[in-house]
């Protein structure tokens, strides 16, 4: 019983309320990869958590920003941070700055999360080193939602390396692009300061691309996936 519990985890029970609000949101249309470049709203994300365990840390904080047509608009954007029983170690404080209280009496995880999937719609999702943000909101959408969130992820750790390959070599961090970008960060390791700077590398990203004749946003998920496999034959 024990295996089949973690192998199909457990059942989540959500009041009528929450449920209704998690149908409506499955039923929005999905946004098509073929949309224009300039023509579509991306949501960037970053999240702040207790450790860097995919497996046993916990979310803290989700931050977004909207990229709608090109432009940054900071009146669509997003921050919450998600109630905590226990607060994480000092240590992990002083990364993202998120106090014991503060996690502590922070909005509780399914309203968190519902709250960040109404935002979301169905826009698809940008974020720097995609596979550590999309894990842990996939884990915390499955453990509180009982969402399998299966969703449309650019990673610009890959698009970006792609479209100025002659930086591919030297430029790994995020810190690496924004500064040769010029691009500053009001606040390190805050999820939402940290959007804000990904979503000026994500125009940066755009704007290059379209001098590329990439006009559809598709044009960059399919330029990933081709870095993947160079980094992955380099």
């Known amino acids: 019983m024990d295996f089949l519990r973690r192998l199909f985890g457990k059942k989540v029970e959500l009041d009528e309320a929450a449920a209704q609000r998690l149908e409506a949101w499955r039923r929005l249309p999905d946004e098509c990869a073929h949309a224009m470049l300039g023509e579509t709203r991306l949501v960037v994300v970053d999240v702040e958590t207790t450790g860097l365990n995919l497996a046993k840390d916990r979310l803290i904080a989700i931050g977004a920003v909207a990229v709608t047509c090109g432009k940054i608009d900071l009146d669509d954007s997003f921050e919450i941070i998600v109630q905590q029983q226990n607060a994480s170690g000092k240590d992990n404080i002083l990364i993202h700055g998120i106090g014991g209280t503060a996690q502590q009496d922070g909005v509780s995880p399914v309203e968190a999360l519902l709250g960040f999937l109404e935002y979301m719609g169905k826009s698809p999702l940008v974020a720097f080193h995609v596979t550590f943000d999309q894990t842990m ?8 939602l009982g969402l399998d969130f299966k969703h449309t992820w650019l990673d610009l750790a890959y698009a970006v390396p792609a479209l100025y390959p002659e ?19 009001f606040a390190r390791h805050s999820a939402l300061a940290d959007a804000l700077a990904t979503a000026q590398l994500l125009q940066v990203a755009s704007s290059k691309a379209l001098s590329r004749e990439i006009h559809q946003f598709k044009g960059l998920l399919e330029l990933e996936q081709a870095q993947r496999y160079v980094n992955w034959t380099g």
């Open 167 to 185: 930086k591919a070599g030297r430029f790994r961090a995020l810190d690496d692009w924004i500064g040769y970008f010029g691009i500053q960060n």
């Open 137 to 144: 909101i996939r884990r915390a959408l499955k453990e509180y």
